[in-house]
């Protein structure tokens, strides 16, 4: 005795379900002028969006909140890691893999905690790191490091930074690397004595009030904040040239600025300055 279940609620979730991956399958990242249709790389959501919504810091995906430069960290990690783009989804189980995130947003933070070594630390809670002043015992110890709209906030001299992040590398491995930054021929510091300071708010305006190494009173009135007042301050604002300085005083050996789009995952760069880099521990990889 035979039982027909084709019109059962079963089947036709089956059915639907089935329908829908064809229907995805058959889908294709297209970029036009007027709208932009991809696969977000974070969270693998398929995202379709005007144009203009495509920016740097604009959240373009509404399933995780991706923006352009997320979806970048996440392509260059994910290409170096494993020679080519892919949605963190995606990826196989690699506990070998080991890496850490300075601050890094949780969107994809959590989605490579779950297939890599890899944890998420902060400056002022739990993991904590403070990436000018490393412990040795972590030196050489890892494959990646993502520091994401980070060493614009970093104490001067920012030089220490830059070494020891690239201290922290294994001899194969990337520093996958994104700051606000100018074609201006160099760096500019906003607070370049900055010592023993803090933060003091006044009738609704701020000011950074300093004393230097050699016991001098600076005050800065009206300090530029990411966030909001009160928030995280910057200290700097980068030029590319002075980026491409430091990684080599550094000791890293090269360089990569990664301008290229990338359609596929909604990765576009319509202007030359602010784009993300990976930082090569070595060449012959």
């Known amino acids: 005795m035979t039982t027909d279940h084709s019109h059962s609620p079963l089947s036709s979730r089956f059915s639907?379900?089935?329908q829908k991956v064809a229907h995805l399958a058959r889908r294709r990242p297209e970029f036009g002028p007027e709208r932009?249709?991809?696969?977000?790389?974070?969270?693998?959501?398929?995202?379709?969006?005007?144009?203009?919504?495509?920016?740097?810091?604009?959240?373009?995906?509404?399933?995780?909140?991706?923006?352009?430069?997320?979806?970048a960290i996440a392509h260059l990690l994910t290409t170096e890691l494993f020679g080519r783009g892919m949605a963190l989804p995606d990826l196989?189980?690699?506990?070998?893999?080991?890496?850490?995130?300075?601050?890094?947003?949780?969107?994809?933070?959590?989605?490579?905690?779950?297939?890599?070594?890899?944890?998420?630390?902060?400056?002022?809670?739990?993991?904590?790191?403070?990436?000018?002043?490393?412990?040795?015992?972590?030196?050489?110890?890892?494959?990646?490091i993502i520091a994401s709209e980070v060493f614009e906030h970093v104490v001067p001299p920012v030089s220490r930074a830059f070494a020891n992040v690239r201290r922290l590398l294994k001899p194969h491995g990337v520093l996958i690397f994104s700051v606000p930054y100018t074609l201006e021929p160099q760096t500019r510091e906003h607070y370049p004595e900055l010592h023993d300071y803090r933060l003091?708010?006044?009738?609704?305006r701020w000011r950074l009030e300093n004393r230097t190494a050699d016991g001098r009173t600076q005050i800065f009135t009206d300090p530029l904040f990411h966030g909001g007042p009160g928030s995280t301050l910057e200290m700097?604002?980068?030029?590319?040239?002075?980026?491409?300085d430091e990684f080599s005083a550094a000791g890293f050996a090269?360089?990569?600025?990664?301008?290229?789009?990338?359609?596929?995952f909604g990765i576009y760069w319509p202007e030359p300055w602010?784009?993300?880099?990976?930082?090569?521990?070595?060449?012959d990889r």
């Open 36 to 71: 932009a249709d991809f696969r977000c790389n974070v969270c693998g959501g398929w995202c379709s969006v005007r144009a203009t919504q495509l920016g740097r810091e604009l959240a373009s995906c509404r399933r995780c909140g991706s923006t352009v430069r997320t979806r």
């Open 274 to 283: 602010s784009i993300p880099m990976v930082a090569y521990a070595k060449l």
């Open 254 to 264: 090269g360089v990569r600025i990664a301008e290229e789009p990338q359609p596929d």
């Open 236 to 244: 700097r604002l980068f030029s590319r040239s002075g980026l491409i």
């Open 92 to 144: 196989p189980l690699r506990r070998d893999l080991v890496g850490i995130g300075l601050s890094d947003a949780r969107n994809y933070a959590d989605r490579l905690a779950a297939k890599l070594s890899y944890t998420n630390t902060f400056k002022h809670k739990d993991p904590r790191l403070d990436i000018t002043a490393v412990p040795a015992n972590l030196i050489a110890r890892y494959d990646f």
């Open 200 to 204: 003091v708010e006044s009738g609704g």
């Open 16 to 18: 639907g379900a089935l």
